[in-house]
């Protein structure tokens, strides 16, 4: 049974259809990637994945269950994780903290053990901090775990959403352009650390613009454009795809595309 | 069914006066996104000073037309002096200094005029109209029209002139509007001028009927906003309705249950609204985007 | 060296402030200037949970004052509550209320929520402006005391009301501060300030953004009713205007100006807006003209409030 499926997913905004309908499953352990140019639709196939669009029509089933329009935190509940576009960090919270926050599931309890601060509070909270601490070095951002998160560049913020995804132990990770902003060496690092994630055993729904990356990764690609699936595939087939090459055509992906397997 | 008919025309009159409070609300929000509860002080300063204009011998109509340029410019001035040095602190923030400004001009309007309560002859005498059994002060009528000319005026203000044309860009998308060239400065200025014109325009006709005195300012600011919440912040349509909505329901709760709870109905209603529709009438939901 | 947590550092300024006031209080009426700082210190430290930690905002929440408020009025008549029962009465009262109202209001967010709160606090008040015969209406009615003077007295102890109530309030200030302070490093605290800062963030991480908001607001309506519970015990009389708005305005307005993140700076924001109109008063007709303007200017120049800017400015000096 695939982890994440998805049958006939789609949306539309004022009468304008964003998404049509939409199939592909992602397997356990999985790195698998949407493509598309701008305005395909990727990210809200994301945001109706992650519980936070309500689709007009069409099935997520996670493990089998049928997760359709299921609230996010529920959906984080069953192992269901992301990262944003445009970042979603706590910025009035500290490095640490914010991932310390990403493991909610695993550390909350009774309110009034909060309040009373409790040894049973205090454990969970100390248990949470050494939690965080090793996935902040996991990520590379263990220094300075003690200042605000909107001190951080843009590129270690990506990253610091990252550890905040993995802090809630999920069993799909949905990525939203991790490397977008970011300069060849950071893009290199994300790289490796998708990788590094992927070897644990999580799977991976990418979206990224980085052309080398995502054909570097992927073991499935699955092509957008105007809200429908136009191709799917092992990376090079996809690249072959006279379809994807008419979609991207004149665009600097699809040169790319074609170059990334040379 | 006359009784009805009394009701109904008592609760437009009020509504009328709710539905320009709002209407003030709602053109300050749309081009700053700004909550002004300094609102309801416009509506007092059309009253009192043209009662003290009165007072001193000028004349009923340049006293009505020197009142709301007085409150024009201390609207303009509350842009320039608290508002806009606080561009991007949070809704709480600037709901704080809108506060705080109401209980400065209120404070201010104590000392400048007195503490006694006012009111100026009807325009038109007090002999009320008749109709079909209910009756109605002419000065109603002037309320009633008064309102009707502002929303007139607005709407072809809003569609046939390129100014409010710029008004309405600025509404939408303030940046958008910026790179096309709209002095979005200009716009707020004129919003705030606009928006204490038309609480003063209100104050003036409805002194007569409701009196007037330094501290009826925040009670009319909280109908006003309720009134402009209900409709749909930020929808002028939605302020009408949602102002004469908040006027009719006092007025029939006054009438045939208790006016101790009139307050009360209206708020209970407002709340029952936005428990269905949390973005008012005719507000428009949001998706957010991520 | 590890610098003293911030949660101590609080507590301590606030032992010293309470321990060492009194040292300058020309006579025993400003321990009761005191005793109403501290009262309106919990309150305030109540909404730094909901305003500060989650933030929410509530234009309504004199309405739990007043329920706490009148709960020791009536409770003592009419059920012959022992006035500390009927505070408590009054807590679970308003917290099981804003459970209540919380649920379908707290959906609502900015203006919106503004409004029904806003409309909640005034169907409060005009319900104990209303029910006169139950309430006596605008003119207020008596409150039976606390006791605890009586008590003391006959134990061999002569204490000042004023004094006592200094103290009293004082602790349960400090107690308000500690449960709050303790609260913001727990994960309970780390998902209300998440939701702040990005509700669908908080909410794909696994935090149920809805139930949060509610919590924090059952908890800052429960903060209000002990405070509006102990003004009502205190002055042994209530009237409505407990529950009106200018008070819940007075309330959001002290959380604001000190600083909304931080429960010292809320202290401080209610110290400040609690002794200013006694140092006013002495302004007679000036009174609002100086409030507003300072309400303003310190939002204007200070939009975080007092402390924390303050508190940048001098971390920003060179050392």
Same mark, same amino acid.
């Given at each position: ?262 | ?290 | ?80 509550? &022992?006035? #500390?029962? *009927?505070? /408590?009465?009054?807590? !679970?009262?308003?917290?099981? %209320? =804003? ?116 919590? &924090?607001? #059952?908890? *800052?309506? /429960?903060?209000?009713? !002990?405070?509006?519970?102990? %003004? =009502? ?87």
């Amino acid at each position: 049974m695939s982890l994440l499926s998805v049958t006939g997913l789609g949306i539309g905004f004022g009468g304008l259809t964003a998404v049509g309908k939409v199939d592909f499953s992602v397997e356990p352990g999985e790195i698998v990637s949407l493509i598309g140019p701008n305005g395909a639709g990727k990210t809200t196939l994301f945001n109706m994945i992650s519980g936070l669009y309500l689709p007009d029509r069409g099935r997520v089933t996670l493990d089998g269950e049928d997760v359709t329009a299921m609230a996010p935190h529920r959906l984080a509940a069953r192992g269901l994780s992301r990262t944003f576009q445009n970042l979603q960090v706590f910025l009035r919270m500290t490095v640490l903290e914010n991932v310390m926050a990403g493991r909610h599931l695993a550390e909350r309890g009774p309110i009034l053990a909060d309040l009373l601060a409790l040894p049973g509070s205090r454990r969970r909270s100390r248990a949470t901090e050494a939690a965080a601490r090793k996935l902040l070095a996991r990520v590379g951002l263990e220094r300075g775990a003690e200042r605000d998160a909107s001190e951080l560049p843009y590129g270690a913020l990506k990253r610091l959403e990252i550890a905040r995804a993995l802090a809630s132990g999920p069993r799909l990770l949905l990525l939203d352009e991790p490397a977008a902003g970011c300069n060849a060496v950071e893009t290199g690092e994300v790289d490796q650390l998708i990788a590094r994630i992927a070897g644990e055993g999580i799977a991976i729904l990418l979206v990224e613009h980085d052309m080398k990356l995502v054909m570097k990764i992927s073991n499935h690609i699955i092509v957008l454009d105007h809200g429908e699936k136009i191709a799917e595939g092992a990376p090079g087939e996809v690249a072959r795809n006279p379809k994807v090459i008419e979609a991207y055509l004149g665009s600097q992906g699809g040169k790319e595309a074609a170059g990334a397997l040379d | 069914m006359s009784e009805l008919l009394q009701f109904l025309l008592s609760g437009i009159t009020v509504g009328a006066v709710y539905a320009l409070v709002a209407l003030g609300f709602t053109i300050i929000f749309n081009a700053s996104g700004v909550i002004n509860f300094a609102q309801g002080e416009f509506v007092m300063l059309g009253g009192m000073s043209t009662v003290f204009l009165l007072d001193a011998g000028v004349p009923m109509l340049p006293a009505a037309v020197a009142a709301i340029a007085i409150a024009c410019a201390v609207g303009i001035a509350l842009n320039k002096l608290a508002i806009q040095p606080a561009r991007g602190a949070s809704v709480v923030t600037l709901i704080i200094i809108t506060i705080g400004a109401s209980i400065f001009l209120r404070g201010a309007a104590q000392i400048v005029f007195d503490k006694q309560i006012h009111r100026f002859e009807s325009f038109s005498g007090d002999e009320p109209f008749v109709i079909g059994g209910a009756t109605i002060l002419p000065q109603s009528l002037w309320v009633m029209a008064g309102a009707v000319a502002v929303f007139a005026g607005l709407y072809l203000f809003f569609t046939r002139s390129l100014l409010g044309k710029a008004v309405l860009a600025t509404a939408n998308n303030p940046l958008a509007a910026r790179l096309v060239g709209v002095n979005t400065n200009f716009v707020m200025t004129l919003s705030f001028a606009m928006s204490a014109a038309i609480g003063a325009f209100a104050g003036v006709l409805v002194t007569p009927i409701t009196l007037t005195s330094y501290d009826i300012g925040i009670a009319l600011a909280l109908k006003g906003f309720a009134a402009a919440v209900l409709g749909g912040m930020g929808n002028p349509f939605g302020a009408l309705v949602g102002g004469l909505l908040v006027g009719l329901i006092e007025a029939m709760t006054a009438g045939y249950i208790s006016s101790a709870y009139k307050d009360a109905a209206a708020f209970i209603v407002i709340l029952a609204v936005l428990f269905v529709m949390p973005h008012g009438i005719f507000g428009r939901a949001t998706v957010e985007r991520v | 060296m590890r610098t003293l947590s911030p949660k101590y550092a609080t507590l301590i300024a606030l032992i010293a402030l309470i321990a060492l006031a009194p040292l300058f209080f020309p006579s025993t009426f400003y321990y009761r200037i005191g005793a109403l700082i501290f009262i309106n210190g919990l309150a305030v430290i109540g909404l730094v949970v909901l305003i500060g930690y989650a933030g929410q905002i509530s234009l309504g929440h004199a309405g739990f004052a007043g329920i706490g408020a009148y709960a020791c009025a009536l409770g003592p008549i009419h059920l012959g509550l &022992a006035p #500390v029962l *009927s505070l /408590v009465l009054g807590a !679970v009262l308003s917290g099981a %209320i =804003a459970w209540l109202v919380g649920r379908p209001i707290l959906r609502l967010r900015g203006h919106y929520l503004a409004v029904a709160t806003l409309g909640f606090g005034i169907l409060i008040y005009i319900v104990l402006n209303n029910e006169a015969q139950l309430t006596g209406g605008p003119d207020g009615m008596p409150v039976e005391g606390l006791g605890l003077r009586g008590l003391l007295e006959s134990a061999g102890f002569a204490v000042k009301a004023s004094k006592l109530w200094y103290w009293l309030a004082a602790l349960v200030m400090l107690a308000g501060a500690l449960l709050a302070l303790n609260l913001h490093d727990s994960p309970t605290g780390r998902a209300l300030r998440s939701l702040h800062d990005s509700e669908v963030a908080a909410h794909t991480v696994g935090i149920d953004v809805a139930r949060y908001k509610l919590t &924090a607001f #059952v908890i *800052s309506a /429960v903060y209000a009713s !002990v405070a509006g519970s102990q %003004i =009502a015990l205190m002055n042994e009389f209530v009237s409505p205007d407990i529950a009106g708005f200018l008070h819940s305005i007075e309330l959001l307005t002290m959380t604001v100006l000190g600083g909304a993140a931080m429960v010292f700076g809320a202290v401080i924001g209610a110290t400040i807006l609690t002794a200013l109109p006694q140092v006013l008063t002495a302004l007679q007709d000036f009174e609002h003209i100086v409030l507003g303007l300072i309400m303003m200017l310190v939002m204007i120049f200070m939009p975080e409030g007092l402390v924390p800017s303050l508190a940048r400015l001098v971390r920003r000096r060179p050392r």
